[in-house]
């Protein structure tokens, strides 16, 4: 399938845009798959959460909880999309297969 759509574009547009399109899709729908899962594990990891009392929940937040959590959830995401791209521009410029 891959195949036939890099053949199309490169007949339509050139081989160059065909070969940028082809990789700017593959990073969009990897990026946009491993968003999913990931926000996927945050409803889960909120539903274990809402069992912890409130007076507890209210600890662990002042420890930090709430920062880590954020600090954590933003470094996978970032690596997530520096991953799609890096994807995306080595498909760009390989040969499609």
């Known amino acids: 399938m891959l ?3 890099f053949v199309f574009l490169r007949n339509l547009l050139g081989e160059t845009v065909a070969r940028v ?5 593959l990073a969009l729908i990897s990026f946009a798959g ?3 899962l990931f926000l996927g594990a945050l409803d889960l990891i909120r539903g ?8 507890m929940f209210n600890v662990l937040l002042l420890f930090g909880f ?5 600090l954590i959830g933003t470094g ?9 791209a890096t994807l995306g521009l080595t498909r ?4 499609p297969r």
């Open 21 to 25: 399109l082809t990789g700017g899709g």
């Open 76 to 84: 996978v995401m970032t690596r997530a999309g520096l991953q799609a």
């Open 92 to 95: 760009s410029r390989g040969s």
């Open 34 to 36: 491993l968003s999913a």
């Open 48 to 55: 274990y959460a809402s069992g912890i009392s409130g007076d």
């Open 3 to 5: 195949r036939s759509l």
């Open 66 to 70: 709430g920062e880590a959590m954020t």
